[in-house]
Structures are given as C-alpha cells and as structure tokens.
C-alpha cells in the first residue's frame, strides 16, 4: 500500500506565494503519474497540474503562476505557488498512479488534502 500525505497549505495574501509538498510512503516501485488536483466549496475536483515522466502539464488558470516538481530521491513533488489569488482558495490534494512492484502492479489514490486560503 502507498500512503500520500500533503502538507504546505495556510492562510496567505493575495499575491503571495505558497509551496505544497506530497510525501508518498509504502510500497514505491516506480512514480508513473503524479498530480496536483483543488476542490473549492461548491465546485468539482480540478486538475492544477501533472508530471509524468518530468513532462508537466497546468490548468490554464494557473499556467505561469505554479509550477509541479518531483523528487524522486526523497519521494516526494511540490506545488510552488505564486502570485495567489483569492480564487486559488480550496482544499488541495495530492493524486498518484504509482508501481508498487516490477511486475506492472498499480495503485491509485489520493491524499487527505491540505487547506489553501488566499485572503487579505
């Protein structure tokens, strides 16, 4: 089993910056898609971004603004966030498709989530 935990979220001013961190612990084989997703009060899930592979990809909300990375070594991305808006406040969580073994074996899951408040 693999076990996502983020942390990193607060309450920042509009035009502040914030940077997210997932730790994914268990059974780590290999990282094939990993990815930053936001719920809002009253919205539906939204991809912010990915990475597979170290190929990214953004919501264009956010393009320019945040920017995923990883570190395989320490089994871990990141979600540095720049230039916040009261609009990027949600509950963000971590998602991951990940190899549990060398014979392919898969798991997927989330994150408990991490509370993002833009606000003055």
């Known amino acids: 089993q693999v076990l996502l935990v983020e942390s990193g979220g607060g309450l920042v001013q509009p035009g502040g910056s914030l940077r997210l961190s997932c730790v994914a612990s268990?059974?780590?084989?290999?990282?094939?898609?990993m990815g930053w997703y936001r719920q809002a009060p009253e919205k539906q899930r939204e991809l912010v971004a990915g990475i597979t592979g170290g190929i990214t990809n953004y919501a264009d909300s956010v393009k320019g603004r945040f920017t995923i990375s990883g570190d395989h070594a320490k089994n871990t991305i990141y979600l540095e966030m720049n230039s916040l808006r009261p609009e990027d406040t949600a509950v963000y969580y971590c998602n991951g498709e990940i190899e549990i073994d060398s014979y392919g074996s898969t798991w997927y899951g989330w994150g408990q989530g991490t509370q993002v408040t833009v606000s003055s």
């Open positions: 268990g059974s780590i084989f290999k990282f094939r898609e």
